[in-house]
């Protein structure tokens, strides 16, 4: 029997997900933003209220400065996002959201409904607890190997 990987099945998972996502309006409108832009977008929905900066994103997903300037310079362009100066400090700029991307938002937040509903379809409540346990284990594992260098 061949080995299975995890991250493996992971990515492919992931990358599924990704299609499912951007499998709405926007994303036509839009065709330059990618799987990663979604989820941005709603990490900065889920802490609207709040400044965020590029650090923050960075931190959150675990990607690289470069990619990250990258993605806000697309997300800038297609109308998604404004940089801003805040008083306190002239080298940071924050992210905010458009009017555009709060329409953005609804159809994402709908597909994101869907295909949850659709992923966990067969499942019982026990065995998604236990997925999002064995999730926090893996990602646990995981900073302790980033830790270790």
Same mark, same amino acid.
């Given at each position: 029997?061949?080995?299975?990987?995890?991250?493996?099945?992971?990515?492919?998972?992931?990358?599924?997900?990704? @299609?499912?996502?951007?499998?709405?309006?926007?994303?036509?409108?839009?065709?330059?933003? #990618?799987?990663?832009q979604?989820?941005?977008?709603?990490?900065?929905?889920?802490?609207?209220?709040?400044?965020?900066?590029?650090?923050?994103?960075?931190?959150?997903?675990?990607?690289? @400065?470069?990619?990250? #300037?990258?993605?806000?310079?697309?997300?800038?362009?297609?109308?998604?996002?404004?940089?801003?100066?805040?008083?306190?400090?002239?080298?940071?700029?924050?992210?905010?959201l #458009?009017?555009?991307?709060?329409?953005?938002? @609804?159809?994402?937040?709908?597909?994101?409904?869907?295909?949850?509903?659709?992923m #966990?379809?067969g499942?019982?409540?026990?065995?998604?607890?236990?997925?999002?346990?064995?999730?926090?284990?893996?990602?646990?594992?995981?900073?302790?190997?980033?830790?270790?260098?």
């Amino acid at each position: 029997m061949d080995k299975r990987h995890i991250g493996y099945a992971v990515k492919s998972l992931s990358r599924r997900i990704d @299609r499912a996502i951007e499998n709405i309006p926007a994303a036509g409108e839009n065709g330059k933003l #990618t799987g990663v832009q979604f989820w941005v977008l709603n990490f900065l929905f889920r802490n609207a209220g709040r400044d965020i900066f590029q650090r923050d994103i960075e931190n959150e997903f675990k990607i690289r @400065r470069s990619t990250v #300037t990258e993605g806000m310079q697309a997300m800038e362009n297609a109308g998604l996002i404004r940089r801003e100066p805040v008083e306190y400090d002239a080298r940071l700029k924050k992210i905010v959201l #458009t009017e555009y991307a709060e329409e953005v938002r @609804r159809q994402i937040q709908a597909q994101v409904e869907r295909t949850e509903e659709r992923m #966990t379809r067969g499942f019982t409540e026990r065995e998604l607890d236990d997925f999002f346990d064995y999730i926090a284990r893996f990602k646990h594992n995981l900073s302790e190997m980033e830790k270790q260098g």
